[in-house]
């Protein structure tokens, strides 16, 4: 992992990216804090061309996208119009559309995925899957992500590993960053944790207990292209949490190399 492949999933500054001044806002001082690239997801009915005008302008780089399951799976053709428009190759499939309750439907969903994800790839894209935890339900003795990946094509469905929900799914963000070698171009970083209720909470990357140094090792040698940063919920200033996140992954990447760390510009 190299720092200039740490991203920034802008779902976690959904509530500053409403319209395209905040989005300008927004932008400005995610770049100042340090990343130099985002995912878009969270954002408002802002224009294609506005979100581009908006990310170049300060020299922030658009990685990939979530775009909504239903048209990735039944209007792919949108899906690809956007991205070209976006000037970006992967987007994921968020969330489930459709939540299967038996075998046959999980295999179903698993081929439509497969179909949208060869139309993306034809068009010279990349459709990954973004799980939760609800994906380690089993079918048939399998988890439905067993399942997804296990069905599809790998150029088809790639995957998009979120560290946070597999760990709370039960499963080991370390062993999936393995399985998906060669198929794992996005990886989504946030920490599990548990809080003074004795409930799993998202934390900040570093403030937690998934072995970091571990699993940015088994993503590296996946192929992974971009290591994204989300947390859904923040203690308090979400900007304060992203800022926590790069400074433990730039200091992180920085022993992995051997080189100085270059520390993220403080917000305020």
């Known amino acids: 992992m190299h720092a200039s492949q740490i991203a920034l999933q802008l779902y976690t ?6 319209t ?13 804090i340090g ?20 990310c170049r ?10 775009e909504p ?29 459709i939540k299967p309750t038996t075998l046959d439907e999980a295999l179903a969903i698993a081929a439509q995925l497969d179909r949208a994800g060869e139309a993306l790839r034809k068009a010279g894209m990349v459709l990954t899957y973004h799980n939760h935890a609800l994906e380690f339900r089993k079918f048939g003795g399998r988890t439905w992500l ?4 296990s069905e599809t094509d790998p150029r088809n469905l790639q995957g998009e590993i979120d560290t946070y929900w ?24 946030k920490d599990y944790g548990i809080d003074d209720q004795n409930k799993p909470t998202m934390m900040e990357i570093g403030n937690g207990v998934l072995d970091w140094p571990a699993i940015i090792s088994a993503a590296d040698d996946a192929g992974t292209e971009w290591f994204i ?7 308090a200033d979400p900007f304060d949490s992203i800022t926590q996140s790069l400074r433990f992954l730039a200091q992180l990447a920085s022993e992995r190399r051997g080189t100085p760390a270059a520390a993220p510009v403080p917000t305020r």
Request: glycine letters at 8%; proline letters at 7%.
């Open 13 to 18: 500054l959904r509530d500053r990216c409403a």
């Open 20 to 32: 395209a001044a905040d989005l300008a806002t927004t932008i400005a001082r995610v770049r100042k």
């Open 35 to 54: 990343y130099t690239a985002v995912q878009i997801s969270g954002v408002g009915p802002i224009p294609e061309t506005e979100i581009v005008r908006i």
């Open 57 to 66: 302008g300060e020299g922030v780089a658009i990685c990939a996208t979530h």
């Open 69 to 97: 399951g239903k048209t990735i799976v039944e209007e792919p053709q949108k899906v690809i119009d956007r991205l070209g428009a976006l000037g970006c190759r992967h987007t994921a499939y968020p969330h489930p559309h």
């Open 146 to 149: 067993d399942i997804l990946y």
């Open 166 to 189: 597999v760990q709370t799914g039960g499963g080991d963000p370390v062993a999936w960053c393995r399985r998906l070698y060669r198929r794992l171009p996005l990886l989504h970083l």
């Open 229 to 235: 940063v989300e947390q859904d919920i923040c203690p």
